[in-house]
């Protein structure tokens, strides 16, 4: 069982930048890959970005390429989302998750653990 916790959320003025956290209580953590997702309200849930086990292969949605930049650290069993050039559009609940199986990176039913979400807010 993977625990995944987010943290890092908050309300920022569009423009800015916010770093989100994911730490995962897990001891095999370099054995997952790991992605980020959000859901604003009254949509669905969707891949915003995604890193292998390694780090070495990252993956981006089209809308936040070039602004976000995903990144972990396997000594601390900690995923993060740093979010530049913040959008109205960006506001959402963020959620970080975890998978073993070779799926494609933007598919969410390949992620077998999620965490409860943080929120991010930016107002215009």
């Known amino acids: 069982q993977v625990q995944l916790v987010e943290s890092g959320g908050g309300l920022v003025q569009a423009g800015g930048s916010l770093r989100l956290s994911c730490v995962a209580s897990?001891?095999?953590?370099?054995?997952?890959?790991m992605g980020w997702f959000r859901q604003a309200p009254g949509k669905e849930r969707e891949f915003v970005a995604a890193?292998?086990?390694?780090?070495?292969?990252?993956y981006y949605a089209d809308s936040v390429k070039g602004r976000f930049t995903i990144s972990r650290d396997n000594a601390k069993n900690t995923v993060y989302l740093q979010m530049n050039s913040l959008k109205p559009e960006d506001t959402a609940v963020y959620y970080c998750?975890?998978?073993?199986?070779?799926?494609?990176?933007?598919?969410?039913?390949?992620?077998?653990?999620w965490g409860q979400g943080t929120q991010v807010t930016v107002s215009s």
């Open positions: 897990v001891r095999t953590f370099r054995s997952y890959a």
């Open positions: 998750a975890a998978r073993r199986r070779a799926v494609l990176p933007d598919s969410q039913s390949g992620y077998d653990y």
């Open positions: 890193i292998s086990w390694s780090g070495g292969s990252t």
